[in-house]
């Protein structure tokens, strides 16, 4: 396990460092650093020093080469017109109310799709089956800003029972200020409710389809049938031998969805003016922060990275023949 553990870590450095470099390759396509830093304001000798002492004048591998260097020993992505602060400062000071929202949104999918992509494999002509199917099929063909316009005309301003923007009333998680959350006060809790409706519905109708799905193949499998001529309880077969095995294919495809779901917040937070990672994208791309925009890229590709190296290394513990036939 431990080989297996440390070949889906080398995989995982090998990947960033192939994204940083396809990053790092298009940072001239976007712009020139200079003229964004110092305006119009100044002569080209003025520019040309400039770019001099940043380094854009070296040869492309010294600069990347400084670029990877900089970002594993000192954590620094470059530093940020916009903020006129580093980089990984700015994303970091924005990551929580990004992240609280992906958890709060995972938590809703997680909560909702396994009971009843189980009930919808098990009880397929049920009303309640045939209900959700359609509500699931309804979920997809809805784009995710149209949905969250939707909850706040019905909850914030036809029923006034949630607020419509913001993040609401925030504390100091830690005592030092680099994690605000509102997961610890009533109206910070209100303000999450819709932007994770909102944003769930973009991956809960495919989870409930892909487990009910999975569900659905595994029950006709030999060992099933199997284990009914064993005599064992319905409760046993279906919870015990078909759903753990219908958790496999769930757990890889939920461990992307994850990560893409912190890319694909930016329409969620934009409706709901939510301050996060999404948001600061959007804005670096009004101001044409090309710094930020490269440091936002690299930090969810990250994510992306680790969220999929972990779900690899959770699916190896579960299913070890995984593990066996990665040594081949």
Request: aromatic share 10%.
């Given at each position: 396990?431990i ?11 090998v990947?960033m ?13 976007f ?21 001099d002492?940043?380094?854009?004048n ?21 530093r940020s ?6 980089n990984?400062?700015?994303i ?33 002509r049920?009303w ?11 979920g997809?063909?809805?784009p995710?800003?149209?949905t ?16 419509s923007?913001g993040?609401?009333e925030?504390?100091?998680l830690f005592?030092?200020?680099?994690w ?6 009533i109206d910070?809790l209100?303000h999450?409710i819709?932007p ?5 519905t ?14 659905m193949?595994?029950?006709e ?12 309880s319905?409760k ?6 078909a ?11 939920f461990?992307v969805?994850i ?6 917040t ?8 939510w301050?996060?990672m ?11 922060d090309?710094?930020?925009l ?12 680790v ?5 690899d ?6 299913n070890?023949?995984v ?6």
């Amino acid at each position: 396990m431990i080989a297996f553990i440390i070949r889906r870590i080398l995989q995982a450095v090998v990947v960033m460092l192939v994204i940083s470099l396809v990053v790092f390759a298009i940072k001239k396509e976007f712009g020139d650093p200079v003229r964004d830093l110092v305006g119009e304001r100044v002569t080209p000798e003025e520019r040309q020093q400039i770019a001099d002492k940043m380094g854009l004048n070296d040869p492309f591998l010294i600069q990347y080469g400084r670029f990877v260097k900089n970002a594993v020993t000192q954590g620094d992505l470059g530093r940020s017109f916009l903020y006129n602060k580093p980089n990984l400062e700015v994303i970091v000071n924005h990551a929580p109310a990004t992240i609280e929202l992906v958890l709060g949104t995972a938590l809703i999918i997680i909560v909702l799709s396994l009971p009843l992509g189980v009930y919808c494999a098990l009880k397929p002509r049920s009303w309640l089956s045939r209900f959700t199917m359609s509500f699931s099929t309804l979920g997809v063909s809805m784009p995710v800003f149209l949905t969250a316009i939707l909850l706040i005309y019905l909850f914030a301003v036809h029923w006034r029972i949630l607020p419509s923007y913001g993040r609401g009333e925030t504390v100091d998680l830690f005592g030092n200020g680099i994690w605000m959350t509102g997961l610890l006060t009533i109206d910070g809790l209100k303000h999450l409710i819709l932007p994770c409706i909102s944003l769930s519905t973009l991956m809960l109708p495919l989870f409930i389809r892909l487990i009910r799905s999975e569900m659905m193949e595994v029950l006709e499998t030999e060992y099933i049938k199997y284990a009914w001529a064993k005599g064992l309880s319905p409760k046993r077969v279906w919870l015990v031998h078909a759903f753990k095995n219908t958790l496999l294919p769930v757990i890889t495809v939920f461990g992307v969805q994850i990560g893409i779901m912190f890319a694909f917040t930016l329409l969620t937070e934009l409706v709901f003016q939510w301050p996060g990672m999404g948001f600061m994208f959007l804005e670096a791309v009004n101001r044409a922060d090309l710094s930020l925009l490269i440091a936002y890229l690299v930090v969810v590709a990250a994510l992306f990275v680790v969220v999929n190296t972990v779900v690899d290394i959770l699916y190896g513990f579960i299913n070890p023949t995984v593990r066996i036939a990665g040594t081949k």
